[in-house]
């Protein structure tokens, strides 16, 4: 069976389109069989990011590893039986049709609780959580005092993933393998950015994830969306050079597939 990758947060802005677009370049580059879905059906910025770089490759004739990435199927209403959900058949559907064809199976979720997103995490082998270096960010997490430094308790996010678990569990499946990525993190070494890592350790350790290492802010992953391309693209392109913000922005790509510690993979760029 797939190993199933959820990319989830229920805050839009934490970069997880840019997380899972790279995951599964990075994977499909090391010659793994990777498949893609979108769950945000309004925005489908992971969609479109592929949408992207199949129509770049096609126009400068260049054939590059990248995801296999598919729409969710329609659904004729009329054959669900009473109290089925559709969006739950056609997910199922997705990830069936995927499933024969891939090694992993990467799921980008909305910045939002949906029904979708909720089914998503259920299935996850591995959850990747992407999340900005701020409090406000923290709170989707947990729920801390005024001075940051005492956690009251989890908050919405951390209790579906919870539930989750429960289903998995009562299923007879793995645990979820939860990584939750410091992203955006600022070059200075400040207060807040102590606290943030103090209080991540705590809640970890409480609730159950795994801490690892995201990517910096940088222009350069802005500037790839519109070619659907990943800064492992960049040397195929004729760059022959990279600057060191690139070269900066790889090692953390690297150090990132690294702490996955998904079945059968090395890295190997």
Known sequence: MAHIIV????????????????????????????????????????????????????????????????ELPDIETADLQPGENAFDHRLSAAVAQLETSSDFILIDCPGSHTRLSQVAHSLADTLITPLNDSFVDFD?????????????????YSEMVWNARQLRAQAGLQP????????RLGAQNMVNKMKMEKALER????????????????????????????????????????????????????DLIKSLNLPGVTVTF
């Open 7 to 70: 990319v989830g947060n229920e805050k839009g802005g934490a970069g997880k389109s840019t997380v899972s677009m790279h995951v599964a370049t990075a994977l499909a580059r090391m010659g793994h069989r990777v498949g893609a879905l979108d769950l945000d059906l309004r925005q489908r910025t992971m969609g479109r990011y592929t949408d992207n770089r199949r129509s770049y490759l096609a126009s400068e004739g260049l054939d590059l590893p990248g995801p296999n990435y598919i």
């Open 140 to 156: 989707l997490l947990a729920h801390v005092d005024a001075s940051g430094d005492k956690i009251k308790g989890p908050s919405v």
């Open 176 to 183: 979820i393998d939860w990584i939750v990525l410091r992203n």
């Open 203 to 254: 809640l970890a350790k409480r609730i159950g994830f795994r801490i690892a290492p995201g990517f910096s802010e940088r222009v350069v992953f802005r500037e790839l969306f519109p070619r659907g391309l990943t800064l492992l693209d960049l040397k195929d392109l004729g760059v022959k050079q990279l600057n060191i913000s690139n070269v900066a922005a790889r090692q953390e790509l690297r």
